[in-house]
């Protein structure tokens, strides 16, 4: 199965759906500018054993993000909070910033749902999916390494 294959099989995200929404000349523009910066690069490599997802996540803890399988679709998510204060004699001042995405794919009849594995390191989420000779359908919340 080539790379294209694979990214060919990915459910619309909502990105494509607003996209397509706003597809015109006035829209457009704005709502690349706000999905490009809004949701994290993704890499696939398909090997000879499995397929390899690199996802990039600065600013989220391992805590953060939920990687999920049901029915052959693969959901991952993050959310984060941050408040920061300062607090001085003649004022207050607070900023709050929150930050969240979620992805989903259609995996392929040849991943191993069941023993998908995830590992995060300095702002990178890699999810390995182990290839197999029969379809596997699983339901499990993948656990971060």
């Given at each position: ?6 990214t060919s099989g ?136």
């Amino acid at each position: 199965m080539s790379n294209q294959s694979l990214t060919s099989g990915l459910l619309p995200s909502t990105r494509g759906l607003w996209k397509n929404f706003f597809d015109d000349s006035f829209f457009g523009k704005y709502v690349d500018k706000f999905w490009d910066t809004a949701s994290p690069a993704i890499n696939i490599k398909n090997t000879d054993n499995g397929y390899e997802m690199e996802i990039a996540v600065p600013g989220f803890s391992k805590e953060d993000i939920n990687i999920d399988v049901e029915n052959d679709i693969l959901t991952i998510s993050a959310e984060a909070k941050q408040e920061t204060s300062d607090e001085k004699k003649d004022y207050t001042r607070r900023e709050y910033n929150f930050s969240s995405f979620s992805h989903s794919f259609h995996l392929p009849d040849n991943a191993k749902d069941d023993a998908i594995t995830a590992a995060y390191n300095n702002g990178v989420l890699i999810l390995n999916i182990p290839k197999t000779d029969k379809q596997v359908v699983s339901s499990k919340k993948v656990e971060i390494n």
